[in-house]
């Protein structure tokens, strides 16, 4: 439930997670103002115990190497966890995007 000291946040997921915490593309959580990926994240690992330590290690909180995050087209994957995400994001009108990384490279065909 949704009150004035949080703000239903929708989180879409890498397919992996998804299936891991057996939802679908798209997740709402109640997010801690003010909004910002460590908030949304909490209460992500909060509703989906079987994701923590998936996206953020256990011990330090780091962001995953391979896991990015995007919302109303920036990319906040290397800003500190605890900064403030879009103002759309918080009234849920765009959601926080988690994206699996692709690593790979150019063959010699």
């Given amino acids: 439930m949704e009150n004035q000291s949080t ?4 989180v879409c997921l890498p397919f992996h997670l998804r299936n891991l915490a057996q939802v679908g593309p798209e ?6 103002r003010p909004v910002s990926v460590k908030s949304v994240l909490d ?14 290690d256990y011990d330090t ?3 995953r190497a391979f896991l990015r995050f995007f919302a109303c087209a920036e990319d906040f994957s290397l800003v500190p966890m605890e900064t ?6 918080g009234d849920g009108k765009e959601p ?6 692709i690593a790979g490279g ?3 065909d």
């Fill in 84 to 89: 403030e995400l879009p103002e759309a994001v």
């Fill in 43 to 56: 209460a992500v690992e909060a509703k989906y115990p079987m994701l923590r330590g998936t996206i953020r």
């Fill in 96 to 101: 926080l995007l988690v994206v699996g990384a």
């Fill in 27 to 32: 997740v709402t959580v109640n997010a801690a």
């Fill in 106 to 108: 150019v063959g010699d």
């Fill in 61 to 63: 909180g780091k962001r």
């Fill in 7 to 10: 703000a239903a946040v929708r």
